[in-house]
């Protein structure tokens, strides 16, 4: 069972340049979400979707774009790369049953934009 | 808005001392509190979780946490730290039903002498 799945690992941007972040959960979940971690700030939501053609923005959605066309998908786009966007990248996938709510992450894209 | 404060950035212990790690949240309403560990390189794993009942949660590795509503807090211990534990560890909250949407604190880099 894959769960989360970010692709690249690693990526090196230019200013200005564009790119989409990938994230991919076989796990049937409805809501995805992606954070930004940055040393001593912990985890920061960026965008996050309730289901397909859902989305909304989190705490930081500035210079970032999302769509979700599908359940099982949720890429990040950053239309124009800033040297502030420079951090790790984490996307979620999360269950509620219940009430109780989980989520689980994938293995994070380490972004430098130079 | 919900915000999520550890209190210790950065602890350092030897092998065998006991640790403690605060965590306090502000939302008045019915949240789910989870501990996320991240080790060096890697992702975010959990830890451990609360969503009802007994307030004393066991997790992985020898841990545990204690929800105490009156303080709105979510403490995390370990009777005896290995070298292993050398990691990051993030508390997190989400409301009770929510979309999944987690607010983190700062997070506690925690070095673990041998």
């Known amino acids: 069972n894959a769960g989360v799945t970010q692709t690249p690992k690693f990526q090196v941007l230019k200013t200005g340049q564009s790119m989409t972040l990938q994230c991919a959960q076989d796990m049937n979940h409805e809501y995805m979400s992606w954070y930004r971690q940055d040393p001593g700030m912990g985890l920061r939501l960026i965008h996050y979707s309730v289901g397909a053609g859902i989305t909304d923005q989190g705490e930081v959605p500035n210079g970032y774009n999302v769509s979700r066309s599908t359940t099982e998908d949720f890429p990040l786009r950053l239309l124009s790369a800033a040297p502030s966007q420079t951090s790790v990248y984490f996307c979620?996938?999360?269950?509620?049953?219940?009430?109780?709510?989980?989520?689980?992450f994938g293995q994070g894209t380490r972004l430098t934009v130079v | 808005a919900q915000s999520v404060s550890q209190h210790n950035h950065h602890v350092i212990l030897s092998e065998a001392a006991s640790l403690e790690l605060g965590c306090n949240y502000s939302y008045g309403g019915t949240v789910n509190l989870f501990w996320y560990v991240q080790y060096p390189g890697q992702h975010l794993q959990l830890l451990l979780k609360y969503f009802s009942g007994d307030p004393l949660v066991k997790g992985i590795k020898g841990f545990e946490a204690e929800f105490i509503k009156s303080k709105f807090s979510f403490n995390l211990r370990k009777p005896s730290v290995q070298w292993s534990d050398t990691a990051e560890y993030f508390c997190a909250v989400s409301r009770s039903g929510n979309t999944g949407k987690l607010i983190f604190g700062q997070g506690t880099t925690l070095q673990v002498k041998p």
């Open positions: 979620a996938s999360s269950r509620t049953t219940g009430g109780k709510t989980e989520a689980f």
